[in-house]
């Protein structure tokens, strides 16, 4: 699918939204070693994927279908009955599927298991960077996302995220990673989440001071 993607069957069955709810049900204390690899794979999947919607306005095409469908549907009699059944592949969509709404959900999801990450193994930063990433694309002067992030409570969750890193930083020397070269290996890596942290909070205030003054209250 990376190297390749057949666009038309990923969005046929909806693949973007089955990529969110497998990182959203695979997040467990536990097994870390092992869900977190699928985590990396499922976001390098998620970002390709949210490339192409974006570029192509793929959620108002499919909102746009389902407005025809039901639009079709009103017709009545044996007609009726013929659209239902030949329509049935896209019974699935409805409002959620027309936003990114269940996206940022797990992508909130994966951002509340940092703790569990970053003391696992530090070097699994780069999975909440890569999720920094995705919402800043979701998010660019784009106000309903930006509303959606913190309906679900996504700012408390980043500013949380930076202040444990920070913390983290500031005690790695203590924590029997090693001596010189890892700690400077050690403080880059979290200083890269704060710094993802800190561009996705700007882009979250851009523009809006009603989301500024809700970032100044968290």
Not at 68 to 91: C, W
Not at 137 to 145: G, P
Request: glycine letters at 6%.
């Amino acid at each position: 699918m990376l190297s390749t993607p057949n666009w038309d069957l990923l969005i046929r069955y909806d693949m973007l939204h089955t990529v969110t709810l497998l990182m959203s049900n695979i997040l467990s204390p536990h097994h870390v070693d092992l869900w977190c690899k699928i985590i990396a794979l499922a976001l390098n999947i998620l970002s390709i994927l949210i490339d192409y919607y974006l570029k192509f306005d793929i959620m108002n095409v499919l909102k746009q279908q389902m407005q025809a469908q039901l639009t079709a549907r009103g017709g009545g009699g044996s007609k009726k009955k013929k659209k239902s059944r030949s329509s049935k592949p896209n019974l699935y969509y409805d409002e959620k599927a027309h936003s990114f709404e269940m996206v940022i959900k797990s992508i909130l999801d994966v951002f509340a298991y940092y703790d569990v990450l970053l003391t696992y193994e530090v070097s699994l930063s780069s999975v909440l960077n890569t999720c920094c990433s995705i919402l800043g694309k979701l998010t660019f002067e784009n106000n309903r996302n930006i509303e959606c992030v913190l309906s679900f409570g996504g700012i408390e969750l980043i500013l949380n995220m930076m202040g444990r890193c920070y913390r983290y930083e500031h005690n790695s020397g203590g924590n029997g990673k090693g001596g010189g070269g890892e700690n400077v290996t050690i403080t880059k890596q979290y200083n890269s989440v704060i710094i993802a942290c800190l561009n996705l909070v700007c882009l979250l205030c851009y523009n809006s001071n009603t989301h500024r003054q809700f970032i100044c209250d968290a």
